[in-house]
């Protein structure tokens, strides 16, 4: 696990040469004596933060940022909890007073950090995201996310290639609504499905309850839901992949092989199952860590001259991994 | 001095001479009082008609005992400890540390008996953590087994370094996802579980002393019997029990989230309050206690199959417990 | 007094199955036991008596192994014995059975008999069938005829009682202690009880029978042994010595007169009760006037406790009506109403009913009260703390303050707090349910001193007991029930205990 997470760093940061190396420090003008630049005692620092901790993603990529920041010589501080924004709003609201320069938020709720936003508005510190929603935000001066829209089309477009068509069509749409990524793009699939003319299996999508324990979760909708339809599924679109492994298992276990699945992330247990070639049909690969470094690049310039991000909003795109290119793909989670 | 004596001694209460009459009548009583059994029926037969052919069939009897396999290893854990009058509200993350320890210890290469075993003890050991703390230092079991559920569940973290694991050697998975004679490995796992506890509680001086100590720790005291060890060996066995439950699920499931088992937890707890509602002595027993799983089981299948959204199934689980509750002690109380 | 302060303790006769000597035990640095001895002979009965506080508790603590003395020595049959704890004392053959602690109710009662490793087994497994034979064996030794597989819960208070003796046979007990064992048991029940100790000591088993029933004690016991202040005062024959000698050796003073004078009643009728029925109660008509002690009697399951419930409001009426000064209270059972007529219920079950043990004095008296401590929804530290101090006054409640705990008070001393607790409302009517059940000779006379003051200031007092003798000192008139009916009515100056046990059989009804 360890040499893989080697291998995966060196990747981000070939990648971070390709996509931000325009943007290195650069030599602008001195800024004004409040805006930017590092705190009285000399060190920048930097309060970042996530409710996602829990999660092998939001793990992975604010440890990520945690160490780039620090190889940038910040005084990187990381709050975390378990989808607890009381806890958070309140740590850092004690960071904004404690002499905080930058707020890094990773994975935020927007709807529920106004707390520590207006405390960072009234002390003029930017705050900079990482998947902080999925439209443009003026609570931000930077939100770098994957666009919703293109993972949902990717993973729509990737089911109906395995079933040969989308046209009538049953398909369960499993999703997170307390996710705002899942639940964006769990929206848009489900609407670019039934556009397309497929039948959403049980009428409405299925909700998970628990992020956590997802995988039992879709393994028990979808062994239950062909309980009672076994002839009523063709297709099982997942927002994420810890459910679709579930979702996949299922099927085998069902002894079905006219059923597919797809599911966005990427995890590494998720690739070895789309090698397979079995009803786990394909996922989306974020890259985490080249939208850490484009943070980073940016906080880094902020430090430098005060320089704010020109965007407020940067969108990337995901990549789809299936059959095709799963043999040559590395999870990075 | 006046004293009682000038009345003539009483006879001898003579009731109920016909001890065996006496036991067929609180047999009787048992069924006729269970409203928890009446609403496990009561369910079967309303999802039975509202869907005949998907619930009711042979292959969805088996599906729903492989979904309630390992609740009712981990609520057989929760029954150990509740017979003894604690709480251990740990269970779930136990299970899901012992799973994530075991699955670790495979993917560092160890041998898969071996990396189990060692889960096991994962498991026993946080059980004796709990044990110790009740036991010995007198803490509340609802407050050290919160304690150990936010360690243990941190530790499961750490364990896992957040992510999933996964890639165990597929031998590992014989555990989880083979099928002896039809009937899916887990099952058979949770019956000889189930059926080892109820031996054990209704069989071994062990066990009955696990009762003593539950009904009235004092006098169990007073009696000579060993209240701090009996307390202790009930909590090392919950959490052995499980840790057994969170391996069997990471085979079924092929990884180990950090997460897991953390939910079984409160459908443990449910289920052995809903099984407490069919013994006379309103104790915990392992009888009961799969009852409660039946209708746990039951109720989130039939959900789902009828197609009742996961939101309400939540508000409908819970509401559908405290009925059946309700409906056993009305029945008592007229009784 | 004199006489029975300093006496020599009598020379051991024989052989003694157990013999504490010169035992102290401190807790906290406070001296619970200073010089506490007993010694019990094979097949006596042999009475341990005391005030509250005396140090009975921890003396017998000390003699099955629940406490370490501090110094002192225990002989059992004659070779000097240290028990580390009760597995100990019972391989020593000295079992105590616990006024509230003799059975675990939630199991059977084989299991209750075996309790402590007795349980025949091969490797652990139960032989269940052995066992409930075994079971059976010891209570028929008792002449017991108990379903021994039934919850020990489900038993009626003496059934438990004979179910503890059974588990002290079954630990070979050569040395039985019970405290308090008649305490919630009828007369017949305790008859039943006797004829069981003394088969027992005829077997030559040791008995050490602690009781405050002083009656009791001259009807049953060979010996007495009295403690004060956590000193052994005297250890004597029965037959050597008088009740009146007894009280005064426990409280080191003449006992005066236990029960006040009566004569205040008035005419002025201040409860009425006409044709009243409910669960358990038949047809119940009488009137209670101010000033007046109405006892009632009869025997567990007569009625009389659910006869108090009914007149509380706890219970549903299903004919008849209850007036209170005037004003008819609902027949639904509504405990409100009932208060709001002045009226009110003192409990039996103090622990369970009567007072909160974790809470202070102070909070006891002012959850019970708080309109009287509050204004607009604030409660006045000030004033709870002196509505403590005044009921302590008043009913001379022992302990160091307001704020102490009621759990670490003597028992006569909780049961103050309760009265207390519902004096402090200054109802007209006091019902009291077992006014002074397991409470010493002392707080006793207290007790129906302050009852008879109460009378005197106009409050009309309904008062259910078990003990005639108490239902005679204490009352102006006593109602025996029976079936639920009242079987018999008669002044309590002069009656007569055997006309009274007469109306509780329905005899003579």
Known sequence: MRTRLKIITGLAAAAMLGLTGCSGPGTGSEAGGTSGGSGDDGTFKVAAFTAGYATPGGKLTLDKFVEEGKAKGWDVTLYTSDFDYDKINSDMQSAITQGADVILAGFPDPRQIAPLVNAAESADIPIFSIDGGVEPNEDFVEDVTFDQDQLASL????????????????????????????????????????????????????????????????????????????????GVWVGWDHAALGAAQAINEAGRDDIYVTGVDALGVAVEEIKKDGPFYASVHQDWFSVVDVVVEDIEAYRADGTLPEENFVEVEGELIDRNNAADFTPSM | MATTETVSAAPLPQDRPDEARDERKSLSQMVLQSGTIIALVGLIVIFGIMSPSGFLSLGNLTNILAQVAILTIIAGAQTIVMVTGHFDLSVGTTATLSGASASAFMLSGLPVPVAIILGLLVGLGVGMINGFLVAFLNISAIVATLATLTTVGGLAFIVTDGTTLYGMPEVFYWVGQSRIAGLPMPVVIAVVVALVIWIVLKYTTVGRRWYAVGGNADVARLSGVSVRGNVFWAFALAGLVSGMGGIVLVSRLSSASATSANDYMMLAVAAVFLGMTLSNSGQANLGGTLVGVGIIGVLQNGLNIVGVNTYVQQVLTGIIIVAAVLLSSFKSRRA | MSASTAEPIAPPVGQLALQATAISKHFDGVAALTDARLDVRPGEIHALLGENGAGKSTLIKILTGVYRPDAGSIASDGEPVHFAGVKDAHQAGVVALYQELSIVPTISVAENILLGERTPNTAGLVRWPEANREARRHLDRLNQRIPVRRLAGQLSPVQQTMVAVARALAADARVLILDEPTASLTDTEIKDLFAVLRSLRDEGVGIVYVSHRLEEVFELCDRVTIMRNGSTISTRDVADITIEGVISTMVGRDPGELFPDRGTATDRAVVSVESLTGRRVQDVSFTAHAGEVIGIGGLAGSGRSELLCLLAGAQKATGGTITVAGRVLPAKGDVGAVLDAGMVLVPEERRSQGVSLNASIQDNIALANLEKVSSGGWVSARRVTELARRSMENLRIKARGPRQHVGSLSGGNQQKVVLAKMLAREPHVLLLDEPTRGIDVGTKAEIYRHIRELAAQGTTIIAVSSELPELIGLSDRILIMHEGRISGQVPAEGADEELLLSYCYGRNA
């Open chain 1, 155 to 234: 993973t729509v477009g990737a089911l109906e290639e395995a079933m040969g068509g989308l046209e009538g069509k049953d398909v369960m749409v499993i999703g997170h609504d307390p996710h705002i990524g899942i639940m964006t793009r769990s929206n848009l699939a489900y609407d670019m499905l039934e556009e397309a003319g497929a039948i959403i299996a049980g009428g409405e999508m299925k909700q998970a309850l628990n992020p956590g324990t997802s995988q039992e979760e879709a393994l028990k909708f979808v062994t239950d839901f062909l309980q009672a339809n076994p002839e009523g599924l063709d």
